[in-house]
Structure formats: C-alpha cells, structure tokens
C-alpha cells in the first residue's frame, strides 16, 4: 500500500541518517521498538527531552525509559550489579527495563529520570532502532509515543492519528511484533516488578530462581506506575461475557467470534498473540465509536499479567 502520510518513512539507511541528524540537532522523532513505537529524543539533551513532555502532555514526575545500544552504553550511566548481568545477558535485547543505581558521572539529562538517583534503562531488539543508536553518540529517552494516559501505538499509523504532523519524521518499521510496552524491573534492592510487560515475570523468576517482590511502594520509579493510564477513552469492564447497548467486546481464545461488536485477541489462547492484537484493538474499537468495551476474563498468567494490568489502569477513573 503506497504511504498517503508524508511524515512516515522507511527505515533505508538514508532515512535513518536523516533521523540521526534531527536527533542530534535536538528534535523529536518516533521510532519503531519491539514493544510498542516511541517518542525519541537525545537522552542527553534536556531542551529535547522537554519537547517530549511537552507533545506527550505528560507529567514531569513521570520518568522516562532510556534506550541504549549495548550493555557497555548503560555502563555509563548507571551502576551495574550481579542481577542487572544475568538478566541482561539472559534477556537483552528484548522487553526488559532495569532500574538501577544513576551514576553521578552520567550525563544523562535530569528531567528524564526526573531527578531520581536511579534510572531505567533498556536494550531494544527491534533493528531499526538498532541501527540508529548504533550511528548516534548518545542514547534515547523514548517513552511510548502517545498522549499521556492513552493508548500505546503499535503502528506508524497509530503515531499519526495520535500527533498528526506535530511529529516531522516517523520510522516505520511495521508493526511491533510484541505489541506492549516492557517489563520494568527494579534492580535496586531485592528485585521487584514495577510493571509487568513483554517479558513475563514468570520467565525471570524461573531464571533468577527467586520470588520477585511485590511492588507495594507508590513512589514512581518508572513509567507504567500512574493511575489511568493506556485508555482508549471509554469505560473499560473486565470479566465479562456480554457488551454492554451500543459497546463491544473483548474475547480470548474463543473461536466463535460471529458479531460486529465482538473482536478475538487470539484463537488459540496464545498469550503471544493476544499481547500483539491488544492495544490495535482498542484502537480499532475506539475508532468505531463504541461506546464502552467489555473484556472477558483473561488468564493472569503469562502475558495475560500485563493485559490484565493494562487493563485495569485503562479502567481506572480518578
């Protein structure tokens, strides 16, 4: 399909020096992840950084991800321990933020951690982005490149019908083949999961051998931690069988999905699957102006964690 959007690019390696020189020069572009597309801006560079905020709506006491190129990248930021070197040599690159110790020698800008003397850092796997942290001298604060509190995008599209031009230069590098954002796990003290996400909790428990505390600490760490948060604009009830008059609904692994307002996140109860499907889902339902969405009950095990909290916060009305 021929590309209508004249702020969507593909990723050839002209286009990604083009997005080296924009980053460099302080701008603000969106790039593709493994997770979902983000808003990305010179790590280093706080005037960027504020540009981020600024576009997002986004709370200044809301931290952001930083995405570096290697392991010897976050080494210079931030204070590395046994745990950070068996995961990361486990599981990165892929869905998985560390939150660890900030280095005072880190030039990391302040307005990203938002001040903290920890920082969340993560390796992506996705190749585009890859390939332009591997040309950049810096790394890049790319929080999910939505408004604040709604849903994430999945597509270069989805960064469009959130920003419209505002954002000059989009990468696209198709759809996210994960589709929710990372696991943030807390690296400071005894580990604990600050968010569940594209790498299942169950996994690192496993690996690591240990139970990961719960995170029962409201002080915000890292993204993922607010109250509402990925909604879709409509109210939101969980583990239900039926739609509400003029609503949809949410079904899982069920095959027989034969309505107009009924849309299946996996036929197979893959987990995998569903996490991919979930959030252009909520989009495609929001832009058929439901007027509420029911989900049936989704498995807390797995990925299912991280739809499932998704959910709630997506639900949650202050």
């Not at 892929?94 to 005072?104: E, I």
């Not at 760490?221 to 739609?243: D, F, T």
Request: with cysteine; glycine share 6%; proline share 5%.
């Amino acid at each position: 399909m021929k590309n209508i959007y004249s702020n969507i690019y593909k990723p050839t390696n002209i286009n990604l020096n083009k997005a080296k020189i924009a980053i460099e020069k302080g701008d603000v572009i969106a790039v593709p992840t493994e997770t979902v597309y983000g808003l990305a801006a010179n790590a280093y560079n706080t005037k960027a950084v504020e540009k981020i905020f600024s576009l997002k709506k986004r709370p200044s006491n809301n931290p952001l991800i930083i995405h570096c190129k290697n392991i010897e990248q976050i080494k210079k930021e931030a204070v590395i321990n046994k745990n950070f070197v068996k995961l990361v040599k486990k599981f990165s690159p892929g869905p998985l933020t560390y939150v660890l110790k900030k280095k005072k020698s880190s030039k990391i800008s302040k307005l990203a951690n938002k001040g903290l003397s920890t920082i969340a850092v993560r390796i992506p796997s996705e190749k585009n982005i890859i390939k332009l942290l591997n040309i950049l001298k810096c790394p890049l604060a790319a929080p999910s490149a939505n408004r604040s509190k709604s849903l994430s995008p999945t597509t270069a599209k989805h960064v469009v019908e959130e920003f419209g031009n505002s954002i000059k230069m989009i990468i696209d590098g198709g759809a996210c083949k994960i589709g929710i954002e990372s696991t943030v796990i807390d690296l400071t003290t005894k580990p604990k999961i600050l968010r569940e996400g594209g790498l299942c909790s169950e996994a690192i428990e496993k690996f690591l051998k240990i139970k990961l505390s719960e995170n029962k600490n409201k002080f915000i760490k890292s993204p993922g931690q607010i109250g509402l948060h990925y909604s879709p604009g409509i109210p939101i009830y969980m583990n239900r069988e039926k739609a509400t008059k003029d609503g949809a609904l949410i079904i899982f692994g069920n095959k027989n999905c034969n309505h107009n307002n009924t849309y299946n996140l996996t036929n197979k109860k893959n987990f995998k699957e569903a996490a991919k499907n979930f959030f252009n889902t909520l989009r495609i339902i929001k832009n058929k102006k439901f007027k509420s969405i029911s989900v049936n009950k989704i498995p807390n095990k797995d990925l299912g964690k991280a739809i499932n909290e998704r959910l709630r916060r997506a639900a949650h009305y202050e």
